[in-house]
């Protein structure tokens, strides 16, 4: 998902993980139509664990709110995901966190969101859960707070001096004066609160003007970037997007010896809709006026070095494609823990220099894999994010709607 984009929720539970490169504090706030909380009591977090309908968990992969759409009471429009930084002082520079909604029962991934170009924030609303038409939406937001959670917490008129609140730095002699209330904002027109800061990134009515990345943003400049699962870089070198030719190769290999297994590398380009484009893969090697190519198939795995590539020139992806996601299925439908040292690693087509890799650990017993996904930004730049996420589909047909709710 892109800043002030949103879904429609196919699940009524749905859980809500933030992870980062550092600790992060996750919160849930039930909100009324007036953007404020009835009492305290709404307010969940990690010393508050559960509330009207939604509930706060913390799992290996990070902290979690689940939403129980059916159990919110009737007076509250939306709940709303935050996060905030445990260490002091500490701002989202360079750290930027990834909101990841599934469904709550099936495990399914239905969206994911990393707020683009942090700085000195200390805490961010993420992610918002609201009523519409009669069903449910999750939103994209990313605004950012300098004064970490207690600015959040006041916004909604949560009473931070209670003991019930969670731990916040000293107060100074004077309180810090209340933040101007939300202003109300349409549900499928994504507006920044009166008086909150300015979104991180412009709505997609508003492209910003092409220019250097924030500093804080992870990219290329250091050289090679090692991705663990959910982190993104920017492909952005030398304070410039890179616009050239880049391969995204992926390699594997037979968990159990003598065994073959036919996998199957894909790229499915998707519109600004999150609709699908076009999709290269063994059977179509060329898409898009030739701008994406696939190197062919590879039926065992076996050999060294990258089993399948897929080449992309990116100066030559046409506009109406905004977004690329690169798959792994099993087309033999044999399943991914039978698989060893499962990759992706992206090199200069020109050089041959290996810019990002991302080595896939841990595997599900499922025959797909959503490998990472690259997606264009206002500004011009491509941002590479690694997924890891499995679900089941054998063929780059079953994976066209997993891949798109990935975006």
């Given at each position: 998902?892109?800043?002030?984009?949103?879904?429609?929720?196919?699940?009524?539970?749905?859980?809500?993980?933030?992870?980062?490169?550092?600790?992060?504090?996750?919160?849930?706030?039930?909100?009324?139509?007036?953007?404020?909380?009835?009492s305290d009591d709404d307010f969940v977090f990690y010393n508050q664990p559960?509330?009207?309908?939604?509930?706060?968990?913390?799992?290996?992969?990070?902290?979690?709110?689940?939403?129980?759409?059916?159990?919110?009471?009737?007076?509250?429009?939306?709940?709303?995901?935050?996060?905030?930084?445990?260490?002091?002082?500490?701002?989202?520079?360079?750290?930027?966190?990834?909101?990841?909604?599934?469904?709550?029962?099936?495990?399914?991934?239905?969206?994911?969101?990393?707020?683009?170009?942090?700085?000195?924030?200390?805490?961010?609303?993420?992610?918002?859960?609201?009523?519409?038409?009669?069903?449910?939406?999750?939103?994209?937001?990313?605004?950012?707070?300098?004064?970490?959670?207690?600015?959040?917490?006041?916004?909604?008129?949560?009473?931070?001096?209670?003991?019930?609140?969670?731990?916040?730095?000293?107060?100074?002699?004077?309180?810090?004066?209340?933040?101007?209330?939300?202003?109300?904002?349409?549900?499928?027109?994504?507006?920044?609160?009166?008086?909150?800061?300015?979104?991180?990134?412009?709505?997609?009515?508003?492209?910003?003007?092409?220019?250097?990345?924030?500093?804080?943003?992870?990219?290329?400049?250091?050289?090679?970037?090692?991705?663990?699962?959910?982190?993104?870089?920017?492909?952005?070198?030398?304070?410039?997007?890179?616009?050239?030719?880049?391969?995204?190769?992926?390699?594997?290999?037979?968990?159990?010896?003598?065994?073959?297994?036919?996998?199957?590398?894909?790229?499915?380009?998707?519109?600004?809709?999150?609709?699908?484009?076009?999709?290269?893969?063994?059977?179509?090697?060329?898409?898009?006026?030739?701008?994406?190519?696939?190197?062919?198939?590879?039926?065992?795995?076996?050999?060294?070095?990258?089993?399948?590539?897929?080449?992309?020139?990116?100066?030559?992806?046409?506009?109406?494609?905004?977004?690329?996601?690169?798959?792994?299925?099993?087309?033999?439908?044999?399943?991914?823990?039978?698989?060893?040292?499962?990759?992706?690693?992206?090199?200069?087509?020109?050089?041959?220099?290996?810019?990002?890799?991302?080595?896939?650990?841990?595997?599900?017993?499922?025959?797909?894999?959503?490998?990472?996904?690259?997606?264009?930004?206002?500004?011009?730049?491509?941002?590479?994010?690694?997924?890891?996420?499995?679900?089941?589909?054998?063929?780059?047909?079953?994976?066209?709607?997993?891949?798109?709710?990935?975006?």
């Amino acid at each position: 998902m892109t800043p002030g984009s949103n879904l429609p929720l196919t699940a009524a539970r749905v859980a809500v993980t933030v992870t980062a490169p550092v600790r992060l504090d996750v919160s849930g706030l039930l909100l009324t139509a007036g953007g404020k909380v009835r009492s305290d009591d709404d307010f969940v977090f990690y010393n508050q664990p559960a509330g009207p309908g939604v509930s706060h968990g913390t799992t290996p992969a990070g902290d979690t709110i689940t939403v129980d759409t059916a159990a919110v009471p009737a007076d509250i429009d939306k709940v709303v995901i935050t996060a905030s930084l445990d260490a002091p002082g500490a701002t989202f520079a360079g750290t930027e966190p990834t909101g990841t909604v599934r469904d709550a029962d099936g495990g399914a991934v239905l969206a994911t969101f990393t707020p683009p170009q942090l700085g000195a924030e200390t805490a961010l609303v993420v992610v918002e859960v609201y009523r519409r038409g009669g069903g449910w939406k999750v939103r994209a937001v990313g605004q950012g707070y300098a004064d970490g959670l207690a600015g959040i917490a006041t916004d909604f008129g949560v009473s931070v001096e209670e003991p019930a609140a969670p731990a916040a730095p000293p107060a100074p002699q004077a309180p810090p004066a209340p933040q101007a209330p939300p202003a109300p904002v349409p549900q499928d027109q994504w507006a920044p609160p009166a008086g909150a800061p300015a979104p991180l990134a412009p709505p997609p009515q508003a492209p910003a003007p092409a220019g250097p990345p924030a500093t804080g943003k992870v990219n290329l400049d250091k050289g090679r970037v090692s991705l663990q699962k959910n982190q993104t870089v920017s492909l952005v070198k030398d304070g410039r997007p890179l616009l050239s030719t880049v391969r995204m190769g992926l390699g594997w290999e037979p968990a159990r010896r003598g065994r073959s297994i036919d996998l199957d590398a894909s790229v499915i380009a998707y519109g600004p809709d999150r609709g699908k484009v076009d999709s290269c893969y063994f059977g179509k090697l060329r898409i898009l006026d030739a701008a994406i190519q696939h190197s062919g198939d590879n039926l065992t795995g076996d050999g060294a070095g990258d089993d399948e590539v897929i080449t992309v020139h990116l100066g030559g992806i046409p506009p109406e494609v905004t977004g690329l996601v690169f798959t792994v299925n099993s087309f033999s439908g044999q399943k991914f823990s039978d698989v060893a040292k499962a990759y992706c690693r992206l090199t200069d087509a020109q050089t041959g220099e290996e810019l990002v890799r991302f080595d896939l650990t841990g595997a599900e017993p499922r025959t797909g894999v959503l490998m990472a996904k690259l997606i264009r930004q206002y500004s011009g730049e491509w941002e590479m994010t690694a997924l890891g996420s499995f679900v089941d589909a054998r063929t780059v047909r079953g994976m066209v709607k997993p891949a798109a709710a990935a975006l």
